[in-house]
């Protein structure tokens, strides 16, 4: 989810947790970002806390998704401008 989404939405996750909880932002230019959150959802499903149709996971799936998108796209950006293939991160 974009940063102004999560702000916006009282149901997200960042809304949802208390003012003492600690929490924890990934970034999507950060190179760990995507096996993160594949390992974190394989995780949840062996942990018994989601089913793989859950809504949530179904949401980390397409945060994936979306920053592959991203990915690809800025690096076909970069090619066809002749620049290097340089990660972001």
Do not use: Y
């Given at each position: 989810?974009r940063?102004r989404?999560?702000?916006a939405?009282?149901t997200?996750?960042?809304n949802?947790?208390r003012?003492d909880?600690f ?5 999507d230019r950060?190179?760990?970002?995507l ?5 974190w959802i394989?995780r949840r ?6 089913k793989p149709?859950?809504?949530?996971i179904?949401e980390?799936?397409?945060w994936?998704?979306?920053?592959e998108?991203k990915?690809?796209?800025a ?10 293939d340089?990660?972001?991160?």
């Open positions: 989810m940063k989404d999560e702000l939405d009282p997200s996750c960042l949802r947790a003012d909880e929490v924890f932002v990934l970034l950060d190179d760990a970002a096996d993160t959150v594949r390992d394989a499903i062996k942990l018994g806390k989601n149709d859950d809504a949530q179904i980390a799936w397409h994936i998704a979306m920053v998108i990915r690809k796209d690096l076909e950006r970069r090619l066809s401008a002749g620049q290097k340089v990660p972001d991160a």
